[in-house]
């Protein structure tokens, strides 16, 4: 689940995948693969991308559907 969040997340601020694996200092390619579900993403970067997309961590990973931090 926490692959097609990743994928809205990134879409709803009209970013290309490119963008965010800038950010996070990795390849446009291992992004990729996060966003269809072939690599696991690691937690230091589902962390940033929560801070960086301003919801919960439980909401990237399908927890819930409630994107407000705690």
Not at 41 to 54: S, T, V
Not at 63 to 69: E, I
Request: charge should be positive; proline fraction near 3%; charged fraction near 30%.
């Amino acid at each position: 689940m926490y692959f097609q969040r990743l994928k809205d997340l990134r879409n709803d601020k009209d970013l290309l995948q490119k963008d965010i694996a800038d950010m996070l200092g990795i390849t446009q390619t291992v992004y990729s693969r996060y966003e269809r579900g072939f690599q696991a993403i690691p937690i230091e970067h589902l962390l940033r991308l929560a801070d960086f997309y301003n919801v919960s961590t439980d909401y990237m990973l399908g927890r819930t559907n409630n994107p407000k931090r705690y």
